[in-house]
């Protein structure tokens, strides 16, 4: 008897909306009469317990939760909308027509555009928001985990954190949600340039140091004889200090399976830091596809898909865990990764030693010229924004639950809030002579 053919398989996302559906609807209703409150609307009743808000320690190591008073957002209605091709349909709240986003300010007007490069012109973040998360960003880094000796300071300044994450993340109905981010950023590079870059990095031994930091985000569990010195470990220098405290805040604030999932993302983040340092090891220029798979581990992925926690919401883990979603979450993480090759070029060339970037791969593998090499690449970059934009508008026309509109339309922003802050920040970049 032969036996029986397969079943074939069968996506699930339409389950899995449908059983989430009458949830996030009413989610989306709570939200509605929170917004005419806010916007000085008549008031309304929900039959949902308000969310928490966020709740933040003074410092770690953490103690019980502290309520934090979410204020009023000036504008809210022009953040809760979408822009970029294909969105059209993630708007919660109807507009006939969408703002024109404001002029670049006087510390950004001299940041210089990629020609060719496709992307979207977004409105210069909240100068106001800005200050703050910078005021808080520099305490916590001074004063709660001693980030950075005194003469990084200017460097540290530079990088304009609290433009950056403002402008990503529109959303977030706090300073307290955006300072959610920008901790894990700021702690993010303090890995990057201490084990492999700036500021004493090196291939030779990264792996034991990746490994050891990352147990600040994802706890070691043994024996009290060995729980004791692995927990001393954690303060042993700044990335370890700097991730043990961020990863404290975002538990605070995220749900079980929003950390898990940063977890795993960080873990293909240094992943992604091995491959690139054996290749700096063995001397080896890989092909550019193996190149781009590298990248799509070591890329921007963690920041983007947080957006749901910083917004103060949560997208389903069955339905992030999507491959539909995920497709649009790794090609985010992609493009805007690409970004910063072309952004960086010339900062990287200066730089000793030889630093893989896309322009530099291509060059050698294909045997292209410095400048046709750094072209191609924008085209790699805008092959992989359609694609990103596509699949973002067919996901959200063929499953239009709020929380899955409300994410997509995150990640879109954060993808335009990285481009805007790699083309404005002057101090960090400056472009090469192609054109």
């Not at 091709?85 to 404001?102: F, M, N, V």
């Not at 790699?380 to 924004?385: A, E, G, Q, R």
């Not at 990285?418 to 002579?433: C, E, I, V």
Request: negative net charge; glycine residues 6%; proline residues 9%.
């Amino acid at each position: 008897m032969p036996a029986p053919e397969p079943t074939p398989p069968q996506s699930s996302l339409p389950a899995t909306a449908a059983h989430f559906g009458a949830h996030v609807l009413t989610e989306a209703s709570a939200r509605a009469c929170d917004i005419k409150a806010a916007t000085g609307g008549p008031p309304c009743v929900s039959s949902v317990p308000a969310p928490s808000a966020v709740s933040v320690p003074a410092s770690p190591p953490l103690d019980a939760p502290t309520a934090v008073v979410a204020t009023p957002i000036p504008d809210l209605e022009r953040i809760l909308r979408p822009n970029g091709l294909g969105t059209a349909g993630l708007r919660l709240i109807p507009r006939e027509q969408l703002p024109t986003p404001s002029k670049p300010s006087a510390a950004t007007a001299g940041g210089r555009l990629i020609p060719g490069l496709y992307h979207h012109q977004v409105a210069e973040p909240d100068p106001v928001r800005v200050e703050e998360v910078s005021r808080r960003t520099k305490s916590w880094a001074l004063d709660e985990v001693s980030l950075y000796p005194e003469d990084w300071e200017e460097q540290f300044d530079g990088f304009s954190v609290g433009r950056y994450m403002v402008v990503c993340h529109p959303d977030a109905p706090t300073i307290d949600h955006l300072m959610i981010a920008t901790r894990l950023m700021v702690a993010e590079n303090a890995v990057d340039d201490c084990y492999c870059e700036d500021h004493g990095g090196s291939p030779v031994g990264l792996g034991e140091r990746l490994l050891l930091a990352h147990t600040a985000l994802d706890p070691v569990y043994t024996t009290q004889e060995y729980q004791v010195p692995w927990a001393k470990s954690l303060y042993a220098d700044a990335p370890r200090r700097a991730y043990r405290s961020a990863m404290g805040y975002f538990d605070q604030a995220a749900s079980a399976s929003q950390t898990d999932r940063y977890r795993h993302d960080m873990a293909r983040l240094h992943l992604g830091y091995l491959a690139e340092a054996a290749w700096a090891q063995m001397d080896h220029v890989p092909e550019v596809w193996e190149y781009l798979a590298m990248r799509q581990f070591n890329n921007f992925r963690p920041c983007p898909t947080i957006t749901d926690t910083v917004g103060g919401y949560e997208l389903p883990a069955d339905l992030h865990a999507q491959s539909a979603m995920q497709k649009v979450i790794a090609l985010a993480g992609n493009a805007t990764t690409i970004v910063n090759d072309l952004y960086s070029y010339t900062k990287e060339l200066d730089a000793p030693g030889r630093h893989l970037n896309l322009p530099v791969v291509i060059a050698e593998r294909e045997g292209l010229s410095d400048r046709d090499a750094y072209l191609k690449s924008v085209d790699v970059h805008n092959d992989l924004m359609h694609d990103f934009e596509s699949n973002t508008a067919a996901l959200a026309a063929d499953y239009p639950v709020p929380t899955v509109l409300r994410f997509l339309r995150g990640v879109a922003a954060w993808v335009d809030g990285n481009h805007h802050w790699h083309q404005t920040n002057t101090f960090r970049y400056s472009l090469p002579d192609f054109w």
